[in-house]
Protein backbone atom coordinates (compact mmCIF):
# COMPACT_ATOMS: atom_id res chain seq x y z
CA UNK A 1 0.00 0.00 0.00
CA UNK A 2 1.33 3.27 -0.83
CA UNK A 3 1.74 6.03 1.19
CA UNK A 4 -0.36 8.65 -0.28
CA UNK A 5 -3.54 5.60 -0.37
CA UNK A 6 -2.65 5.29 3.51
CA UNK A 7 -3.17 8.53 4.54
CA UNK A 8 -6.68 8.35 2.76
CA UNK A 9 -7.96 5.88 4.59
CA UNK A 10 -6.54 7.58 7.76
CA UNK A 11 -8.83 10.95 6.38
CA UNK A 12 -11.64 8.61 5.99
CA UNK A 13 -11.28 6.81 9.38
CA UNK A 14 -10.98 10.59 11.02
CA UNK A 15 -14.06 11.51 8.70
CA UNK A 16 -16.31 8.66 10.46
CA UNK A 17 -14.83 9.30 14.11
CA UNK A 18 -15.50 12.73 13.65
CA UNK A 19 -19.20 12.19 12.63
CA UNK A 20 -20.37 9.40 14.86
CA UNK A 21 -19.01 11.59 17.77
CA UNK A 22 -21.74 14.12 17.26
CA UNK A 23 -24.49 13.11 14.25
CA UNK A 24 -26.25 15.94 14.70
CA UNK A 25 -23.73 18.50 14.95
CA UNK A 26 -23.28 20.77 12.06
CA UNK A 27 -19.43 21.45 13.05
CA UNK A 28 -18.93 17.72 12.69
CA UNK A 29 -20.93 17.01 9.44
CA UNK A 30 -19.07 19.44 8.04
CA UNK A 31 -15.95 18.36 8.96
CA UNK A 32 -16.99 14.56 7.96
CA UNK A 33 -17.64 16.00 4.59
CA UNK A 34 -14.58 17.75 4.46
CA UNK A 35 -12.25 15.01 5.67
CA UNK A 36 -13.85 12.61 3.00
CA UNK A 37 -13.65 14.53 0.29
CA UNK A 38 -10.04 15.05 1.01
CA UNK A 39 -9.34 11.70 1.43
CA UNK A 40 -10.88 10.75 -2.48
CA UNK A 41 -7.13 11.98 -3.45
CA UNK A 42 -5.65 8.84 -2.96
CA UNK A 43 -8.62 6.48 -4.08
CA UNK A 44 -8.56 8.28 -7.09
CA UNK A 45 -5.07 7.55 -8.06
CA UNK A 46 -5.19 3.91 -6.65
CA UNK A 47 -8.04 3.83 -8.86
CA UNK A 48 -6.58 5.26 -11.82
CA UNK A 49 -3.68 3.34 -11.93
CA UNK A 50 -5.21 -0.46 -11.00
CA UNK A 51 -8.52 0.30 -13.56
CA UNK A 52 -8.69 3.23 -15.44
CA UNK A 53 -5.76 2.51 -17.83
CA UNK A 54 -6.54 -1.02 -17.94
CA UNK A 55 -10.04 -0.29 -19.60
CA UNK A 56 -9.33 2.21 -22.39
CA UNK A 57 -12.20 3.10 -25.25
CA UNK A 58 -15.43 2.58 -25.31
CA UNK A 59 -16.11 -0.16 -22.54
CA UNK A 60 -13.74 2.16 -20.28
CA UNK A 61 -16.42 4.71 -19.90
CA UNK A 62 -17.85 3.60 -16.76
CA UNK A 63 -14.32 3.59 -15.15
CA UNK A 64 -13.67 6.39 -16.57
CA UNK A 65 -16.89 8.11 -15.19
CA UNK A 66 -16.05 6.89 -11.35
CA UNK A 67 -12.39 8.36 -11.98
CA UNK A 68 -14.43 11.76 -13.05
CA UNK A 69 -16.44 12.01 -9.82
CA UNK A 70 -13.41 11.09 -7.40
CA UNK A 71 -11.21 13.48 -8.86
CA UNK A 72 -13.42 16.32 -9.29
CA UNK A 73 -14.74 15.79 -5.98
CA UNK A 74 -11.26 15.91 -4.23
CA UNK A 75 -9.70 18.41 -5.99
CA UNK A 76 -12.87 21.10 -6.61
CA UNK A 77 -15.54 20.49 -4.20
CA UNK A 78 -12.82 20.03 -1.40
CA UNK A 79 -12.91 23.62 -0.70
CA UNK A 80 -16.25 23.77 -0.25
CA UNK A 81 -16.52 21.93 2.81
CA UNK A 82 -13.18 23.04 4.21
CA UNK A 83 -14.57 26.80 3.79
CA UNK A 84 -18.02 25.47 5.41
CA UNK A 85 -16.12 23.75 8.15
CA UNK A 86 -14.23 26.38 9.16
CA UNK A 87 -17.52 28.88 9.57
CA UNK A 88 -19.50 26.62 11.25
CA UNK A 89 -16.75 26.14 13.93
CA UNK A 90 -16.34 29.45 14.51
CA UNK A 91 -19.62 29.90 15.18
CA UNK A 92 -19.92 33.55 14.53
CA UNK A 93 -22.49 32.53 11.40
CA UNK A 94 -26.46 31.37 12.06
CA UNK A 95 -26.34 28.81 9.54
CA UNK A 96 -30.28 28.24 9.55
CA UNK A 97 -30.93 31.68 8.96
CA UNK A 98 -28.00 32.13 6.14
CA UNK A 99 -28.44 29.13 4.86
CA UNK A 100 -28.61 31.52 1.07
CA UNK A 101 -24.99 31.67 1.80
CA UNK A 102 -24.16 28.00 1.19
CA UNK A 103 -25.67 28.34 -2.34
CA UNK A 104 -23.85 31.64 -3.01
CA UNK A 105 -20.70 29.49 -2.42
CA UNK A 106 -21.50 26.79 -4.01
CA UNK A 107 -21.72 28.46 -6.77
CA UNK A 108 -18.60 28.95 -8.14
CA UNK A 109 -17.95 24.64 -7.31
CA UNK A 110 -20.74 24.46 -9.96
CA UNK A 111 -19.30 26.48 -12.61
CA UNK A 112 -16.05 24.94 -12.15
CA UNK A 113 -17.64 21.20 -12.39
CA UNK A 114 -19.63 22.40 -15.67
CA UNK A 115 -16.80 23.97 -17.31
CA UNK A 116 -14.29 21.40 -16.85
CA UNK A 117 -13.26 19.09 -20.13
CA UNK A 118 -14.16 15.34 -19.50
CA UNK A 119 -12.96 14.23 -22.99
CA UNK A 120 -9.43 13.34 -21.77
CA UNK A 121 -8.71 10.40 -19.12
CA UNK A 122 -7.87 12.68 -16.60
CA UNK A 123 -10.31 15.62 -16.41
CA UNK A 124 -9.56 18.91 -17.11
CA UNK A 125 -10.30 21.94 -14.20
CA UNK A 126 -10.14 25.43 -15.34
CA UNK A 127 -6.64 25.82 -12.88
CA UNK A 128 -6.46 29.48 -12.67
CA UNK A 129 -10.40 29.92 -11.74
CA UNK A 130 -10.19 26.80 -8.92
CA UNK A 131 -6.90 28.64 -7.83
CA UNK A 132 -8.43 31.57 -7.00
CA UNK A 133 -11.41 29.94 -5.47
CA UNK A 134 -9.64 27.67 -3.78
CA UNK A 135 -6.99 30.70 -1.89
CA UNK A 136 -10.01 32.44 -0.94
CA UNK A 137 -12.42 29.10 0.59
CA UNK A 138 -9.04 27.86 2.35
CA UNK A 139 -7.53 31.01 3.55
CA UNK A 140 -11.10 31.55 4.91
CA UNK A 141 -11.06 28.39 6.79
CA UNK A 142 -8.24 28.77 8.21
CA UNK A 143 -8.79 32.37 9.26
CA UNK A 144 -12.07 30.98 10.84
CA UNK A 145 -10.40 28.91 13.09
CA UNK A 146 -7.67 31.66 13.91
CA UNK A 147 -10.26 33.61 14.93
CA UNK A 148 -12.30 31.49 17.16
CA UNK A 149 -9.22 30.71 19.02
CA UNK A 150 -8.00 34.44 19.06
CA UNK A 151 -11.41 36.26 20.14
CA UNK A 152 -12.34 33.59 22.84
CA UNK A 153 -12.39 35.13 26.24
CA UNK A 154 -12.83 32.10 28.44
CA UNK A 155 -10.11 30.80 29.19
CA UNK A 156 -11.43 27.71 29.67
CA UNK A 157 -11.93 27.24 26.06
CA UNK A 158 -8.82 29.06 24.83
CA UNK A 159 -6.81 25.76 24.96
CA UNK A 160 -8.94 23.55 23.22
CA UNK A 161 -9.56 26.45 20.51
CA UNK A 162 -5.82 27.50 19.83
CA UNK A 163 -4.83 23.45 19.66
CA UNK A 164 -7.32 23.22 17.58
CA UNK A 165 -6.43 26.60 15.07
CA UNK A 166 -2.75 25.32 15.29
CA UNK A 167 -3.38 22.13 14.25
CA UNK A 168 -5.80 22.75 11.24
CA UNK A 169 -4.70 25.99 9.88
CA UNK A 170 -1.25 25.19 8.79
CA UNK A 171 -2.34 22.41 7.22
CA UNK A 172 -5.26 23.94 5.00
CA UNK A 173 -2.72 27.07 4.24
CA UNK A 174 -0.24 23.84 3.48
CA UNK A 175 -2.83 22.17 0.62
CA UNK A 176 -3.61 26.16 -0.86
CA UNK A 177 0.92 26.45 -1.70
CA UNK A 178 1.47 22.96 -2.87
CA UNK A 179 -2.00 21.14 -4.60
CA UNK A 180 -3.36 24.41 -6.00
CA UNK A 181 -0.98 27.41 -6.37
CA UNK A 182 2.77 26.17 -7.50
CA UNK A 183 0.99 23.38 -9.74
CA UNK A 184 -0.63 26.30 -11.42
CA UNK A 185 3.03 27.43 -12.96
CA UNK A 186 4.46 24.17 -12.27
CA UNK A 187 2.17 21.24 -13.73
CA UNK A 188 4.32 18.21 -12.65
CA UNK A 189 4.57 19.31 -9.19
CA UNK A 190 4.49 16.16 -6.89
CA UNK A 191 2.86 17.97 -3.93
CA UNK A 192 2.26 14.90 -1.89
CA UNK A 193 5.34 14.61 -0.43
CA UNK A 194 5.17 18.49 1.08
CA UNK A 195 1.34 17.80 2.29
CA UNK A 196 1.56 14.27 3.67
CA UNK A 197 4.05 16.07 5.91
CA UNK A 198 1.45 18.35 6.92
CA UNK A 199 -1.21 15.66 7.42
CA UNK A 200 1.31 13.99 9.75
CA UNK A 201 1.47 17.21 11.52
CA UNK A 202 -2.08 17.36 12.54
CA UNK A 203 -2.73 14.43 13.33
CA UNK A 204 0.06 14.01 15.81
CA UNK A 205 -0.21 16.85 17.04
CA UNK A 206 -4.28 16.57 17.85
CA UNK A 207 -3.57 13.16 19.37
CA UNK A 208 -1.06 14.22 21.19
CA UNK A 209 -3.60 17.12 23.05
CA UNK A 210 -6.02 14.29 22.91
CA UNK A 211 -4.14 12.51 25.39
CA UNK A 212 -2.71 14.98 27.57
CA UNK A 213 -6.63 16.74 27.96
CA UNK A 214 -7.71 13.01 28.79
CA UNK A 215 -5.35 12.43 31.26
CA UNK A 216 -7.11 15.98 33.18
CA UNK A 217 -10.03 14.26 32.80
CA UNK A 218 -11.07 16.54 29.56
CA UNK A 219 -11.10 15.35 26.15
CA UNK A 220 -10.74 17.57 22.95
CA UNK A 221 -13.53 17.50 20.22
CA UNK A 222 -13.53 19.21 16.96
CA UNK A 223 -17.25 21.27 18.33
CA UNK A 224 -17.92 24.63 18.13
CA UNK A 225 -17.55 24.75 21.85
CA UNK A 226 -16.73 21.72 24.28
CA UNK A 227 -19.56 22.95 26.36
CA UNK A 228 -22.17 21.78 24.14
CA UNK A 229 -21.59 18.19 24.69
CA UNK A 230 -21.99 18.88 28.32
CA UNK A 231 -24.82 20.76 27.98
CA UNK A 232 -26.21 17.46 25.99
CA UNK A 233 -25.62 14.82 28.07
CA UNK A 234 -27.03 17.57 31.27
CA UNK A 235 -30.23 17.38 28.86
CA UNK A 236 -30.57 13.92 28.67
CA UNK A 237 -30.08 13.31 32.26
CA UNK A 238 -32.60 16.25 33.32
CA UNK A 239 -35.12 14.59 30.31
CA UNK A 240 -34.37 11.03 32.23
CA UNK A 241 -35.10 12.41 35.56
CA UNK A 242 -38.33 14.36 34.76
CA UNK A 243 -39.86 11.33 33.18
CA UNK A 244 -39.34 9.34 36.20
CA UNK A 245 -40.04 11.76 38.77
CA UNK A 246 -43.04 12.33 37.04
CA UNK A 247 -44.46 8.60 37.26
CA UNK A 248 -43.52 8.45 40.60
CA UNK A 249 -45.36 11.18 41.65
CA UNK A 250 -48.31 10.30 40.15
CA UNK A 251 -48.14 7.43 42.29
CA UNK A 252 -47.57 9.26 45.31
CA UNK A 253 -50.89 11.48 44.73
CA UNK A 254 -53.20 8.40 43.66
CA UNK A 255 -51.79 7.36 47.32
CA UNK A 256 -52.31 10.45 48.93
CA UNK A 257 -56.52 10.29 47.55
CA UNK A 258 -56.84 6.47 48.69
CA UNK A 259 -56.01 7.36 51.81
CA UNK A 260 -58.40 10.25 52.10
CA UNK A 261 -61.10 8.02 50.90
CA UNK A 262 -60.47 5.43 53.26
CA UNK A 263 -62.01 7.19 56.15
CA UNK A 264 -62.28 10.53 58.24
CA UNK A 265 -58.33 11.78 59.06
CA UNK A 266 -57.35 13.82 61.83
CA UNK A 267 -56.04 17.20 61.76
CA UNK A 268 -52.52 15.93 62.35
CA UNK A 269 -53.25 13.09 59.39
CA UNK A 270 -54.35 15.65 57.15
CA UNK A 271 -51.74 18.04 57.04
CA UNK A 272 -49.05 15.26 56.91
CA UNK A 273 -51.21 14.28 53.73
CA UNK A 274 -50.97 18.19 52.16
CA UNK A 275 -46.91 18.10 53.25
CA UNK A 276 -46.89 15.50 50.93
CA UNK A 277 -48.63 17.13 47.86
CA UNK A 278 -46.72 19.89 48.44
CA UNK A 279 -43.49 18.27 48.36
CA UNK A 280 -44.64 16.24 45.27
CA UNK A 281 -45.59 19.58 43.50
CA UNK A 282 -41.83 21.21 44.55
CA UNK A 283 -40.13 17.96 43.46
CA UNK A 284 -41.94 18.21 39.85
CA UNK A 285 -41.63 22.29 39.09
CA UNK A 286 -37.84 21.26 40.25
CA UNK A 287 -37.36 18.59 37.55
CA UNK A 288 -39.57 20.73 35.11
CA UNK A 289 -37.50 23.77 35.91
CA UNK A 290 -34.25 21.80 34.82
CA UNK A 291 -35.36 20.72 31.93
CA UNK A 292 -36.98 23.80 30.77
CA UNK A 293 -33.37 25.90 31.21
CA UNK A 294 -31.25 22.76 29.03
CA UNK A 295 -33.84 22.64 26.34
CA UNK A 296 -32.61 23.65 22.54
CA UNK A 297 -34.37 26.58 21.93
CA UNK A 298 -35.81 29.05 19.07
CA UNK A 299 -34.34 32.24 19.00
CA UNK A 300 -36.86 34.83 17.19
CA UNK A 301 -36.09 38.52 16.73
CA UNK A 302 -38.03 41.45 17.88
CA UNK A 303 -37.78 44.67 17.86
CA UNK A 304 -36.86 45.66 22.24
CA UNK A 305 -36.78 48.78 24.14
CA UNK A 306 -33.89 47.73 26.18
CA UNK A 307 -34.58 50.36 28.96
CA UNK A 308 -37.82 49.55 29.82
CA UNK A 309 -37.68 45.43 29.58
CA UNK A 310 -34.45 45.84 32.20
CA UNK A 311 -36.67 47.97 34.99
CA UNK A 312 -39.36 45.47 34.12
CA UNK A 313 -36.80 42.77 35.06
CA UNK A 314 -35.88 45.11 37.93
CA UNK A 315 -38.95 45.67 39.40
CA UNK A 316 -39.74 42.00 39.34
CA UNK A 317 -36.52 41.60 41.48
CA UNK A 318 -37.47 44.41 43.95
CA UNK A 319 -41.07 42.62 44.19
CA UNK A 320 -39.25 39.49 45.52
CA UNK A 321 -37.08 41.70 48.13
CA UNK A 322 -33.69 39.87 46.15
CA UNK A 323 -33.01 44.02 45.94
CA UNK A 324 -33.47 45.21 49.66
CA UNK A 325 -30.46 46.89 50.85
CA UNK A 326 -28.93 47.06 47.06
CA UNK A 327 -28.46 51.01 45.43
CA UNK A 328 -28.87 50.58 41.59
CA UNK A 329 -27.77 52.45 39.12
CA UNK A 330 -29.57 52.64 35.99
CA UNK A 331 -27.56 54.44 33.01
CA UNK A 332 -29.00 53.46 29.47
CA UNK A 333 -29.91 56.01 25.88
CA UNK A 334 -32.98 56.35 25.72
CA UNK A 335 -32.93 55.87 22.15
CA UNK A 336 -31.17 52.98 21.73
CA UNK A 337 -32.42 49.02 21.34
CA UNK A 338 -32.00 46.20 20.19
CA UNK A 339 -33.20 43.09 17.91
CA UNK A 340 -33.58 40.15 20.07
CA UNK A 341 -35.99 37.26 21.46
CA UNK A 342 -38.03 39.29 24.35
CA UNK A 343 -38.85 35.99 26.00
CA UNK A 344 -35.42 34.87 26.38
CA UNK A 345 -33.69 37.83 26.72
CA UNK A 346 -35.75 39.25 29.64
CA UNK A 347 -35.26 35.58 30.71
CA UNK A 348 -31.04 36.14 30.29
CA UNK A 349 -31.29 39.40 31.97
CA UNK A 350 -33.24 37.90 35.44
CA UNK A 351 -30.61 35.48 35.65
CA UNK A 352 -27.79 37.96 35.63
CA UNK A 353 -29.53 40.29 37.84
CA UNK A 354 -30.44 37.62 40.30
CA UNK A 355 -26.92 36.50 40.21
CA UNK A 356 -26.05 40.09 41.12
CA UNK A 357 -28.14 40.85 43.68
CA UNK A 358 -27.62 37.05 45.29
CA UNK A 359 -24.11 37.69 45.45
CA UNK A 360 -24.52 40.97 47.25
CA UNK A 361 -26.78 39.68 49.62
CA UNK A 362 -28.98 42.98 50.37
CA UNK A 363 -25.58 44.94 50.73
CA UNK A 364 -23.62 46.63 47.58
CA UNK A 365 -23.93 48.73 44.27
CA UNK A 366 -25.49 47.40 41.11
CA UNK A 367 -24.78 49.43 37.61
CA UNK A 368 -26.05 48.73 34.83
CA UNK A 369 -25.00 50.60 31.51
CA UNK A 370 -24.64 50.66 28.42
CA UNK A 371 -21.65 51.67 26.30
CA UNK A 372 -21.43 52.36 22.36
CA UNK A 373 -18.10 51.47 20.66
CA UNK A 374 -17.64 51.29 16.98
CA UNK A 375 -18.67 47.83 15.92
CA UNK A 376 -20.26 46.85 19.28
CA UNK A 377 -23.04 48.12 21.77
CA UNK A 378 -21.82 46.61 25.46
CA UNK A 379 -24.84 46.28 28.07
CA UNK A 380 -22.71 45.80 31.57
CA UNK A 381 -23.89 44.50 34.63
CA UNK A 382 -21.89 45.29 37.65
CA UNK A 383 -22.03 44.71 41.39
CA UNK A 384 -20.05 45.03 43.91
CA UNK A 385 -20.00 41.26 45.33
CA UNK A 386 -17.81 38.96 46.94
CA UNK A 387 -16.37 38.19 42.98
CA UNK A 388 -14.83 34.83 42.06
CA UNK A 389 -11.73 33.32 41.68
CA UNK A 390 -10.08 32.14 38.57
CA UNK A 391 -10.66 28.77 39.07
CA UNK A 392 -14.41 29.52 39.89
CA UNK A 393 -14.71 31.60 36.40
CA UNK A 394 -13.10 28.55 34.20
CA UNK A 395 -16.11 26.49 35.40
CA UNK A 396 -19.50 29.17 35.82
CA UNK A 397 -20.82 27.93 32.14
CA UNK A 398 -20.65 24.19 33.33
CA UNK A 399 -24.17 22.36 33.76
CA UNK A 400 -24.97 22.39 37.49
CA UNK A 401 -22.22 24.21 38.73
CA UNK A 402 -23.06 27.00 41.84
CA UNK A 403 -20.77 29.45 43.39
CA UNK A 404 -23.94 30.27 45.43
CA UNK A 405 -25.38 27.80 48.52
CA UNK A 406 -28.99 28.23 47.95
CA UNK A 407 -31.36 25.61 47.78
CA UNK A 408 -33.76 26.73 45.08
CA UNK A 409 -30.25 27.31 42.60
CA UNK A 410 -29.66 24.41 40.08
CA UNK A 411 -26.75 25.93 38.63
CA UNK A 412 -28.41 26.30 35.14
CA UNK A 413 -28.72 29.71 34.73
CA UNK A 414 -25.98 30.69 33.34
CA UNK A 415 -25.68 27.69 30.95
CA UNK A 416 -28.78 28.63 30.04
CA UNK A 417 -28.16 32.83 29.78
CA UNK A 418 -24.84 30.93 27.36
CA UNK A 419 -26.91 28.78 25.32
CA UNK A 420 -29.16 31.40 24.40
CA UNK A 421 -26.79 34.36 23.61
CA UNK A 422 -24.33 31.92 21.63
CA UNK A 423 -27.51 30.96 19.52
CA UNK A 424 -28.08 34.74 19.10
CA UNK A 425 -25.18 35.69 17.91
CA UNK A 426 -24.75 37.95 20.80
CA UNK A 427 -21.10 38.11 23.02
CA UNK A 428 -21.14 37.08 26.56
CA UNK A 429 -17.96 37.79 28.82
CA UNK A 430 -17.68 37.46 32.25
CA UNK A 431 -14.98 39.37 34.49
CA UNK A 432 -14.37 39.11 38.23
CA UNK A 433 -12.32 40.08 41.20
CA UNK A 434 -12.25 39.03 44.27
CA UNK A 435 -13.66 41.01 47.31
CA UNK A 436 -14.08 43.77 45.03
CA UNK A 437 -16.96 42.37 42.32
CA UNK A 438 -17.85 41.27 38.85
CA UNK A 439 -19.07 42.51 35.33
CA UNK A 440 -21.19 40.97 32.83
CA UNK A 441 -20.68 42.21 29.60
CA UNK A 442 -23.39 41.02 26.52
CA UNK A 443 -22.18 42.53 23.20
CA UNK A 444 -24.48 43.00 20.41
CA UNK A 445 -22.68 43.65 16.97
CA UNK A 446 -23.74 46.86 15.27
CA UNK A 447 -26.68 44.94 12.92
CA UNK A 448 -28.53 43.89 16.16
CA UNK A 449 -28.64 47.84 17.36
CA UNK A 450 -30.53 50.31 16.18
CA UNK A 451 -31.63 54.16 17.22
CA UNK A 452 -35.38 55.00 18.21
CA UNK A 453 -34.97 58.71 16.64
CA UNK A 454 -33.96 56.71 13.00
CA UNK A 455 -36.70 53.21 13.41
CA UNK A 456 -35.29 49.86 12.86
CA UNK A 457 -33.22 49.93 9.98
Same mark, same amino acid.
Given at each position: ?????????????????????????????????????????????????? @????? &?? +????? #? /? =??Y? !?????????????????????????????????????????V???? @????? &?? +????? #? /? =???? !????????????F????????????????????L??????????????????F?????????????????????????????????????????????????????????????????????????????????????????????????????????L????????????????????????????????D???????????????????????????L???????????????????????????????????????????????????????????????????????????F?????????????????????????E???
Amino acid at each position: MNMMLLYSFVLTAAAGVLFFANRKGEVNRWGALFFVCASLGGFAEEFKSA @FLLEH &QG +ESGWV #A /A =AIYA !VLYISNLVVTPYFALWFGFSYAGKVDLRKRSWWKWVTMLPIVSMVC @FTDYS &QT +EPSVP #A /A =ALCV !VAIFYYLGSAWMFLYAAISERQSRFFTNRMFTALAVAPTLLAVVLFIYMIPLFQPDFSFFPYVGWFIAYSFALGTSFSVYQGMLGVRIRVEANPLESSVRAAHTGAAFLNHSIKNDIGKIRLAAENLKRLGPLNESQLEQLKLLQRSSNHLLEMSQRILQQLREMEWEEQFVHVKPLMQQVLSQSKMNSKADGIEIHLEMDEQLAVFADPVHFAEVLTNLISNALEAMNHRGTLRIRMKKTRRKLLLLIEDTGPGMTRKELDRIFEPYYSTKSSQSNYGLGLTYCYQVLRKAGIGFEIGSVPQKGTTVTLLFPNKKVVSLQEGPT
